[in-house]
């Protein structure tokens, strides 16, 4: 099972700089979707004619039009749906699909967790958002489960290229980093780092001012984060930064995760 997992930052404009079509490129056979940034109505338009036109789809868009908006999509059955947390249901930050692949159910979720901003209301909202994750990443625990999205946050020093110039600052604050650690305690596998090892990087998002692409000023805050048993079956990880500024479709890179079976 090939799994990618991408942050779009807004379905219609990936769609029109060729994320659909790189997409399909890579033969996935679940996807993924973070700010998708689209109402049901929208996303299922943008989809028809191309690849995903007649696959499973997942979507919990928020309430708030154009603003984040989370997706799972595959061409296998999907058994159950699960659309947002307690106390944000209606934000599009979270959404679960029971996927019936050939060698039985996954869970894949994605979500996408804002920003924030250090000392104000909106961390506090995010940090209640990381909390209820944890509550539910309980529940799952036991199951063959694959968290993906963008969290907004870099775990170590290792994913953050100028990571003295954003102390203090939101996505890099220890009480967020400490919600990850916490989860990897627990058993879950960020399989990135797990492939990459003690290097600095593969940064998933790269801003589309100045140089920051060219010279690979990038932060690693997209995350594939298996439950312990399906951490078991990834053959292969690898992160589609594009080859120049001129081919990107997202300010993030897809991550491309890959399963054997059991």
């Not at 079509?21 to 109402?39: C, F, I, K, S, Y």
């Not at 932060?219 to 078991?232: E, G, T």
């Amino acid at each position: 099972m090939r799994l990618i997992s991408a942050n779009v930052n807004g379905i219609r404009a990936a769609a029109r700089r060729g994320g659909l079509d790189w997409l399909a490129g890579q033969r996935p056979d679940v996807l993924t979707l973070q700010e998708v940034r689209a109402t049901q109505a929208q996303l299922t338009a943008q989809l028809a004619g191309s690849t995903y036109a007649e696959w499973q789809l997942a979507h919990a868009p928020a309430s708030a039009a154009g603003r984040a908006g989370v997706a799972v999509l595959t061409p296998y059955a999907i058994s159950d749906r699960h659309i947002g947390l307690a106390g944000f249901e209606e934000q599009g930050r979270w959404v679960e699909a029971v996927v019936e692949t050939p060698t039985g159910p996954v869970r894949v979720i994605s979500t996408y967790v804002h920003t924030g901003e250090a000392d104000t209301p909106r961390q506090d909202e995010k940090y209640a958002f990381l909390e209820a994750i944890t509550t539910r990443l309980a529940e799952v625990r036991h199951e063959q489960v694959v968290l993906t999205g963008d969290f907004n946050i870099c775990h170590t020093q290792q994913d953050l290229k100028n990571w003295k110039g954003n102390r203090g600052k939101a996505g890099f604050l220890p009480d967020e980093q400490a919600y990850l650690s916490k989860w990897f305690a627990d058993g879950w596998v960020d399989v990135t780092r797990r492939a990459a090892g003690d290097v600095d990087g593969p940064y998933t998002w790269w801003s589309w001012r100045g140089k920051a692409f060219d010279n690979d000023t990038g932060w690693r805050i997209d995350y594939a984060i298996h439950s312990p048993s399906m951490a078991q079956r990834v053959s292969g990880v690898s992160v589609g930064r594009a080859a120049t500024y001129a081919e990107r479709w997202s300010d993030h890179a897809a991550l491309v995760i890959d399963h054997e079976a059991d």
